[in-house]
């Protein structure tokens, strides 16, 4: 991390390399917060799912919000009241401690839908358990860091004494997110080797939007651990963090909206099966105009 010394506040000071990446993740992430609320507003819409996965989605809408009001507040407080005062930004603001444990819950939840999935569709333990104690060892060294950093008196000092940590965290989710990409896409090219040419299609679809879903957040949580590891003389990390629980939230909005797609194959061709990852699409002939899409078993 920059030292920003209290005797002099300008000569180590950058603000291309403190400020700059902030705005910049803070820009995309509203972006990416535009996307969210019309993904929602298709998803509620759209499908009736079980509570339980509607409960999931209900629960990564309101932490990206309050995630997207904390960006707002972080955002104000470095270009506004640190203005002309850089030696504030040697200790991150509260509501960026906000925002990571915020980040840190949209990504535990998406992560535990997709073990859930690879649990389903593969019928075995290995794979979905060693995902969810990564993703859990994610979460809980992510917890410990936030309750450490409210209390820290230097940003560059904690990440000193929590290097260690901060990696693992960093590393566990990315190591996760690879481990369900990869579970997922096998399991499903296996499936597609035993079906008939009607499946295999859908299976296709499937498989195609796994390794797009999955490349998008892996590379995103790679990306975080990338940055952290090899700048960390600045604030890239921060800002490609702030992005990344966006990302995350969106792919699993668009994964489960996909199945509109399937839908259309369905009222094409009522023979095609429906059931390839254990998500269910029912459209009953006599629905088939319906706006909603009845689903069953997905979470």
């Not at 705005?23 to 298709?42: E, H, N, R, S, W």
């Not at 979905?128 to 994610?138: D, K, M």
């Not at 800002?239 to 094409?268: C, D, F, T």
């Amino acid at each position: 991390m920059i030292a920003i010394s209290s005797e002099d506040t300008t000569t180590d000071f950058d603000p291309q390399l403190v400020i700059g990446p902030m705005q910049v993740g803070a820009l995309v992430t509203a972006a990416l917060f535009g996307c969210l609320a019309i993904q929602t507003y298709v998803y509620f819409t759209k499908f009736v799912d079980r509570p339980s996965l509607k409960a999931i989605v209900a629960a990564v809408i309101i932490f990206q919000l309050g995630h997207f009001f904390t960006v707002i507040s972080t955002l104000w407080t470095m270009t506004v009241i640190a203005y002309g005062d850089p030696f504030k930004l040697n200790v991150l603001p509260v509501s960026a401690d906000v925002i990571i444990l915020l980040s840190s819950f949209t990504a535990f939840l998406t992560q535990t839908f997709y073990v859930y999935r690879l649990w389903k569709l593969s019928g075995k333990i290995f794979f979905p358990v060693l995902s969810e104690i990564l993703s859990l060892v994610a979460q809980l060294a992510t917890i410990f860091l936030v309750t450490k950093a409210i209390s820290m008196t230097s940003l560059a000092s904690f990440l000193v004494e929590q290097n260690v940590t901060i990696t693992i965290t960093f590393a566990s989710r990315a190591i996760c997110e690879i481990t369900i990409a990869i579970g997922i896409t096998w399991y499903l090219k296996q499936k597609r080797g035993r079906d008939i040419v009607k499946t295999t299609t859908i299976i296709d679809y499937l498989i195609l939007w796994t390794i797009e879903n999955c490349l998008a957040t892996s590379l995103s949580a790679l990306s975080v651990m990338i940055s952290y590891i090899y700048l960390k003389g600045t604030y890239v990390w921060f800002g490609l963090y702030l992005i990344q629980a966006n990302v995350v939230a969106n792919v699993l909005l668009a994964s489960l909206n996909r199945r509109l797609v399937l839908r259309k194959e369905g009222n094409r061709d009522d023979s095609i099966p429906m059931d390839p990852i254990m998500i269910r699409v029912d459209v009953a002939r006599s629905q088939a105009t319906e706006p909603e899409v009845k689903t069953q078993d997905s979470f």
